[in-house]
C-alpha cells in the first residue's frame, strides 16, 4: 500500500458528461501529481499542486481542470468527456523540492471508460 | 528540456535468464533525480528506485541492480536470474529538484516478457 488513495477505482460515463477524480496524498507530502495512462502509452504528466498552488502543467486538456484542496487532497475535473479520454488516471504524492524523499508514490489509478 | 527514452518497447527472455533494460535521459540541471517503477499487470505502479545525481555509485538490492552512468546519460536496469513474476512494465523516470518545476517526467515504458 502506498498511502496515496484515490477514488473511484473505476468509472464508466457517457460521451458529454463531467467527472471528478479525487485523491489522498500520503501523510505529510505536500505535493501531489496527476497522470494519465492510455492503451500502450506511457504516463503522460498533466498536472502538479504544491500546497494547494498550481506548480507545473503538462499536457493538459482545456476540458481538464485540477485543484489541491486546504486539506491537502485533489481533484481532477474531467468534463466535455470524448472516448478518446478513456484511460488510467494515476495520482501521485511526493515531498516536494530538495531533500532525501523525492519519489512519487502513486495511488492505484482511476479507470475512466467513455462510452 | 527533459526527456527520458527507453528505446525497447518489449523485451522476451525465458525465465533465469538476466535482462537488462535501458534507460537514456537528458536534462540541463547539474542536480537531478532518477527513479524506476515497476507496473505488473495489475496496474499499480512501484517505486523501485532512487539515484541521486550526486550520487554515482552503483546499486544493487536482491536480483536488481541498477549501473548509473552520468558521462553517457543512462540509468541502466538489470534482473539477474529473471523469475516470472518480473513480467511487467518498467518504466525509467527524471525529476529536476532546483527549479521550482519539478515534476517527474516518464519514459514510455518496457514491457517485459518472463517465459517459463
Known amino acids: 500500500d502506498s498511502g496515496v488513495t484515490q477514488t473511484p477505482k473505476h468509472l464508466i460515463t457517457a460521451t458529454g458528461q463531467r467527472v471528478t477524480l479525487r485523491c489522498s496524498p500520503r501523510s505529510g507530502d505536500l505535493s501531489v501529481y496527476w497522470y494519465q495512462q492510455s492503451l500502450d502509452q506511457g504516463l503522460q504528466f498533466l498536472i502538479q499542486y504544491y500546497n494547494g498552488e498550481e506548480r507545473a502543467k503538462g499536457n493538459i486538456l482545456e476540458r481538464f481542470s485540477a485543484q489541491q484542496f486546504p486539506d491537502l487532497h485533489s481533484e481532477l475535473n474531467l468534463s466535455s468527456l470524448e472516448l478518446g479520454d478513456s484511460a488510467l488516471y494515476f495520482c501521485?504524492?511526493?515531498?516536494?523540492?530538495?531533500?532525501?524523499?523525492?519519489?512519487?508514490?502513486f495511488g492505484q489509478g482511476t479507470r475512466l471508460t467513455v462510452v | 528540456a527533459q526527456k527520458v527514452t527507453q528505446a525497447q518497447t518489449e523485451i522476451s527472455v525465458v525465465e533465469k535468464e538476466d535482462v537488462t533494460l535501458d534507460c537514456v535521459y537528458e536534462?540541463?540541471?547539474?542536480?537531478?533525480?532518477l527513479f524506476w517503477y515497476k507496473q505488473p499487470p495489475s496496474g499499480e505502479l512501484v517505486f523501485l528506485i532512487r539515484?541521486?545525481?550526486?550520487?554515482?555509485q552503483n546499486e544493487i538490492s536482491g536480483r536488481y541492480s541498477w549501473n548509473f552512468q552520468k558521462s553517457t546519460s543512462s540509468f541502466n536496469f538489470t534482473i539477474t536470474a529473471s523469475q516470472v513474476v518480473d513480467s511487467a512494465v518498467y518504466f525509467c523516470a527524471l525529476r529536476n529538484s532546483m527549479n521550482r518545476d519539478d515534476k517527474i517526467i516518464f519514459g514510455k515504458g518496457t514491457r517485459l516478457h518472463i517465459l517459463p
Open positions: 501521485a504524492s511526493s515531498v516536494a523540492g530538495q531533500g532525501s524523499r523525492t519519489e512519487a508514490f
Open positions: 539515484r541521486n545525481s550526486f550520487d554515482e
Open positions: 536534462t540541463r540541471d547539474t542536480t537531478y533525480y
